[in-house]
């Protein structure tokens, strides 16, 4: 792991390092952690997804913030309801090479124990299936992921190329509370009707973010240019033997 963490900018070991980061991402919801690769390992990743590009299932997908089907008691363009759109490509987890940085990061030790402790979890597991754990998308010019709040409570992932425009990661923290049953339909539509202020994370390629995305709503703004924003994936489970469902997999990778 030497070769693959800026541990000068990082001590992933350092308790009173790892208590900042945990308020850090308790206060605001992210945590960027900037230069988080050596740029040796940063360019392996990026050689890499050029290689595999080709292998990517592209999608385009309508769907609503919350990522639920249709409700029929409300009209098509009530919040509940509103399309938005997400175009991506993705590689998925069986194509990642066992030497893959990417692959040497998810299954480090330390990284894991400090992901834990950040979190606040007590372990994290890969997935079950053999596509979900490691993800590279790919957003070229005019592709973006629409508005939608995440179903899982954190997110990781790594900026691998930063596009030259657009490919913005913008938020609104805590819109909603799920678990209260509280969807905000009148804060979500003042986001969707460009309204309301929204954040946005200032990432450059190298940076690894931690997102609690559960009741922030956020999307990343289409990408522009002639360079492709590639951003990877590190999906993890607080609990073992889960398997992403064959309905998700088919409709985010066209196979299982």
């Known amino acids: 792991m030497t070769a693959l963490i800026r541990f000068d900018l990082h001590p992933l070991a350092d308790a009173e390092w790892r208590r900042e980061c945990r308020e850090q991402l308790n206060q605001h919801g992210a945590l960027v952690l900037r230069q988080f690769l050596q740029p040796d390992a940063l360019q392996n990743i990026i050689a890499e997804g050029n290689a595999q590009r080709h292998l990517a299932y592209h999608t385009l997908s309508k769907h609503n913030v919350y990522l639920m089907k249709k409700d029929e008691a409300f009209d098509a363009d009530h919040p509940r309801n509103r399309d938005v759109i997400s ?29 834990c402790d950040v979190l606040g979890e007590t372990a994290l597991y890969p997935y079950a299936d053999p596509l979900s754990s490691i ?62 202020p929204v954040d946005a994370l200032a990432i450059e390629a190298g940076d690894l973010v931690l997102f609690r995305g559960r009741n922030s709503m956020h999307r990343v703004t289409p990408t522009e240019g002639d360079v492709t924003r590639m951003l990877a994936v590190l999906a993890y489970n607080t609990q073992p033997g889960i398997a992403l469902s064959e309905t998700a997999r088919m409709t985010f990778y066209g196979r299982l």
């Open 135 to 196: 993800n590279l998308h790919y957003a070229p010019d005019g592709q973006e992921l629409g508005w939608h709040f995440d179903n899982s409570s954190f997110a990781i992932t790594l900026l691998v190329q930063k596009p030259r425009a657009g490919g913005v990661f913008q938020y609104v923290k805590d819109l909603r509370d799920a678990d209260a049953g509280e969807m905000n339909f009148d804060g979500v539509a003042a986001v969707l009707d460009q309204r309301q």
């Open 87 to 115: 175009t991506k490509g993705c590689i998925t987890d069986d194509v990642i090479a066992a030497e893959s940085p990417l692959r040497q990061l998810y299954n480090d030790e330390l990284f894991k124990s400090f992901l």
